[in-house]
T-cell receptor, first 113, second 113 residues
Framework: DGGITQSPKYLFRKEGQNVTLSCEQN?????MYWYRQDPGQGLRLIYY???????QKGDIAEGYSVSREKKESFPLTVTSAQKNPTAFYLC????????????FGQGTRLTVV | DAKTTQPPSMDCAEGRAANLPCNHS???????VYWYRQIHSQGPQYIIH???NNETNEMASLIITEDRKSSTLILPHATLRDTAVYYC??????????????FGTGTRLLVSP
């Protein structure tokens, strides 16, 4: 089945450690996105990538890093510089062409203790 | 991209129509209106989108006012499984086709028996 897979679903880390969240898609989509969601809040854009080997900062990129070495994969690293990393992280992809919807993964809930 | 305004919450009785409003008074002529919904702790799901004309699919109907400054998502026969947060988004159809998705806080719809 085609779709977007985020792993793991739940992740616990100690404060000060970097952690990488996985996002893989087999939809042959060019564009991929990372969002952060805090309790009771909407989604905020962290990073997005229009094409392989290219990515841009979203609205809240500080403390995060990404790579896009393969079309299928867009991993997000939450670094120790991110002051409040505990959140629900969502990955999405789209064809990137006009008038198409985005497809979302099921999310990773990161808890930093 | 134009901003949207939605009521924070709405209630609906099961079996009745749910009408979710969205204000996008600063929308431009080349911006589409998209609706997504997010069931608790899952990734958002695409519902429907439109430019000027009313649209209908198997999930919902989208009514856009003639001046395009507001729209209404209609779930004709709401079920308990329609309880979710509904997001209204406007997106520009750029020449390159790529556009980032920017979410607000949405409307929390509660469908009751």
């Amino acid at each position: 089945d085609g779709g977007i897979t985020q792993s793991p679903k739940y992740l616990f880390r100690k404060e000060g450690q970097n952690v990488t969240l996985s996002c893989e898609q087999n939809l042959n989509h060019d564009a991929m996105y990372w969002y952060r969601q805090d309790p009771g809040q909407g989604l905020r854009l962290i990073y997005y990538s229009q094409i392989v080997n290219d990515f841009q900062k979203g609205d809240i990129a500080e403390g995060y890093s990404v790579s896009r070495e393969k079309k299928e994969s867009f991993p997000l690293t939450v670094t120790s510089a991110q002051k409040n990393p505990t959140a629900f992280y969502l990955c999405a992809s789209s064809t990137g062409t006009v008038n198409t919807e985005a497809f979302f993964g099921q999310g990773t809930r990161l808890t930093v203790v | 991209d134009a901003k949207t305004t939605q009521p924070p919450s709405m209630d609906c009785a099961e079996g009745r129509a749910a009408n979710l409003p969205c204000n996008h008074s600063t929308i431009s002529g080349n911006e589409y209106v998209y609706w997504y919904r997010q069931i608790h702790s899952q990734g958002p799901q695409y519902i429907i989108h439109g430019l000027k004309n009313n649209e209908t699919n198997e999930m919902a109907s989208l009514i856009i006012t003639e001046d395009r400054k507001s729209s209404t998502l209609i779930l004709p026969h709401a079920t308990l499984r329609d309880t979710a947060v509904y997001y209204c988004i406007v997106r520009v159809a750029r020449l390159t086709g790529f556009q980032k998705l920017v979410f607000g806080t949405g409307t929390r719809l509660l469908v009751s028996p």
